[in-house]
């Protein structure tokens, strides 16, 4: 019995040829598949990260519409700062969102509507802050130093409070301001 190999060859390759055909096929299908369909199962806005809409937003710069000076119970001066005001809803809801930095020298006064206890949060504040909230007297009754960046958690003043100044972290610390300490602020427009 004679093999014909020429035969078994052309027979093999063809097979070969058809199991390449195939892969091919199946391997376009599945990408034409996954391009009709990946709209449906992959919401491209569902998919970016909150981090990266962060970054989107401007920077808000510093606006010096103000001094505030910080003062112990004798009158004394313990520092001086430029402020920002804020006292519409608008102003206050942004407060020092978005901002990566400030120096010591620069604060933002937020200054409500009625002297009440007061509630602020760190949303999408990405430096840690002192927070400090004064009543109508502009007396400091509660200090939370080194706030955390982003938290949602309240920070509550527990007591009523007229003004919050809100400073880089370390601000209180570094400048021995506390609770029972006063402030003073003047506009300058």
């Known amino acids: 019995m004679k093999i014909n190999c020429s035969k078994i060859e052309k027979s093999v390759t063809k097979k070969k040829k058809n199991k ?15 391009y009709i369909l990946k709209p449906i199962f992959f919401d491209s806005k569902k998919s970016v990260p909150k981090q990266a809409d962060k970054s989107i937003t401007m ?41 990566s930095s400030m120096p010591y020298d620069r604060a933002m006064l937020f200054i409500m509507e009625y002297e009440r206890p007061q509630s602020f949060w760190m949303r999408n504040t990405k430096m840690s802050l002192d927070i ?8 400091i009754v509660t200090i939370y130093p080194h ?3 982003y938290s949602v958690s309240p920070i509550p003043s ?19 301001i506390k609770e029972g300490d006063f402030i003073e602020f003047a506009r300058i427009n």
């Open 20 to 34: 390449q055909g195939i892969i091919i096929a199946a391997i376009l299908l599945l990408a034409l598949s996954l």
């Open 132 to 139: 400090i909230y004064i009543n109508g007297n502009k007396e």
């Open 59 to 99: 920077e808000p710069q510093f606006s010096k519409e103000g001094i505030l000076v910080f003062q112990n119970a004798e009158k004394d001066t313990l520092k001086l700062v430029d402020i920002e005001i804020a006292e519409n809803d608008q102003r206050r809801t942004q407060g020092m969102m978005y901002r």
């Open 147 to 149: 706030t955390q960046p």
């Open 158 to 176: 527990f007591k009523k409070a007229k003004y919050v100044v809100e400073t880089a972290a370390g601000f209180c610390d570094k400048y021995g």
